[in-house]
């Protein structure tokens, strides 16, 4: 069984950064693609930034210039580097990876959420 913890929130002053943390344990097959996505309150979830098997990465209009989305294939990590934090940037940030196994199948797998509060 596929297990992400994420890991990183926490409270932070509009312009400063944070890194989120997404750690994959379990039987993974190579083949993945990783994303973040938020949820604020009121709203409906949002795709942050993705990053692909061979590293294509790909970002919301509200976050290009700002965030960086990373993986580490060895430590089957991604990370999500958000710099210029805004008061917006406030939601629930939930990490997912997406598999694809040799038969052709897809396994989606979801972390528990990481609060992240932009708040002076």
């Known amino acids: 069984q596929v297990q992400l913890v994420e890991s990183g929130g926490g409270l932070v002053q509009p312009g400063g950064s944070l890194r989120l943390s997404c750690a994959a344990s379990?039987?993974?097959?190579?083949?993945?693609?990783l994303a973040w996505y938020r949820r604020a309150p009121g709203k409906q979830p949002e795709l942050v930034a993705g990053?692909?098997?061979?590293?294509?990465?790909n970002y919301a209009d509200s976050v290009k210039g700002r965030f960086t989305i990373s993986r580490d294939n060895a430590k089957n990590t991604v990370y999500l580097q958000m710099n210029s934090l805004k008061p917006e940037d406030t939601a629930v940030y939930y990490c997912?990876?997406?598999?694809?196994?040799?038969?052709?199948?897809?396994?989606?797998?979801w972390g528990q959420g990481t609060q992240v509060t932009v708040s002076s």
């Open positions: 997912e990876l997406k598999e694809f196994a040799p038969t052709g199948e897809e396994f989606d797998y």
């Open positions: 379990g039987s993974i097959f190579s083949d993945n693609d």
């Open positions: 990053i692909t098997t061979i590293g294509s990465t």
